[in-house]
């Protein structure tokens, strides 16, 4: 028996494909094509693939130094905030029976209500009393403002894996630490690529914080460099599509690798 088409669906993921998908559209044609061809019409395909306008928007910006600023703190502030949150996630969600941890539970998780321009004065203050107006103080930053949307999530992860899984291991000699690192990290997998991947597009995509934080324009990140440089895009788009295309395309490749660890199920089958 054939299925009945549900119209009403499909028109709203056609709907919703094409709000997603012209934008990108735009970006793509705009960044390679004239000045004169993006006057003429905005929506029209290229007649002439100009891929001098990603080698202008590589010079005019300094693009790869700034990538290479952007690589190493997205890098670090990933792998520290992985290796930090879950040991913070772990110790809470094992003792929310009792008060103290109950309350950093609900301390951390209430920082998410907290908008940034409220601290973010005193802040940019701190950091530069303290020296910490550099890339590690930005990096620094990020670990710690990951954490309160970090542990919620985590700890509710943590919550549905059966602690049999670490009786089992402490009943054959190993501390709590082996318990963490070689049962429970692993077990985090499907977890540790979600926050691994919102962690990397939001410091890659970042602006107010480098901005507030950075003192010194050599290490300006990408979102950075794009806004210094604005000025001289002003009357040639081109030039600052085609660097927003180049500063999109690491993220995208992330997404397409790491993805499939977001699905996967990596409890199952643990205990028979």
């Known amino acids: 028996m054939q299925k009945k088409t549900n119209w009403i669906v499909t028109i709203l993921l056609l709907l919703g494909s094409i709000l997603i998908l012209f934008p ?6 705009i ?20 891929f001098q306008n990603f080698l202008d928007a590589i010079e005019v910006t300094n693009f790869f130094h700034a990538f290479q600023n952007s690589v190493i703190i997205t890098v670090l502030a990933v792998i520290f905030t992985l290796l930090t949150n879950s040991m913070v996630a772990y110790a809470i969600a094992r003792n929310l029976h009792k008060k103290f941890y109950k309350f950093l539970f609900y301390y951390f998780v ?4 907290i908008p940034f ?11 530069s009393a303290w020296g910490m107006d550099n890339i590690y103080g930005l990096i620094f930053l990020y670990i710690v403002y990951g954490l309160a949307f970090n542990v919620f999530v985590y700890v509710g992860y943590i919550k549905s894996i059966p602690k049999e899984l670490e009786e089992a291991a402490i009943v054959d000699g190993a501390s709590t630490w082996q318990v963490f690192w070689k049962v429970i990290f692993p077990l985090l997998t499907p977890m540790n690529a979600t926050v691994g991947i919102l962690t990397c597009l939001w410091v890659w995509n970042d602006f107010m914080l480098p ?5 010194d324009r050599e290490m300006a990140t990408l979102p950075l460099v794009q806004y210094m440089f604005q000025s001289q895009f002003s ?10 295309l180049m500063a999109l395309a ?10 499939k660890w977001i699905i996967s199920g990596v409890t199952k089958g643990a205990i028979k």
């Open 31 to 50: 960044a390679l094509k004239t000045p004169k061809e993006t006057a003429d019409s905005i929506l029209a395909l290229p007649k002439e693939w100009r």
């Open 117 to 127: 321009p409220i601290i973010m004065l005193p802040i940019v203050k701190q950091t």
């Open 24 to 29: 990108l559209y735009l970006t793509v044609t």
């Open 211 to 215: 901005l507030v934080i950075l003192s």
């Open 110 to 113: 209430s920082a998410m209500f």
């Open 235 to 244: 009357t040639d788009y081109n030039l600052a599509f085609a660097s927003y």
């Open 250 to 259: 690491p993220m995208i490749i992330v997404y397409v690798f790491a993805q």
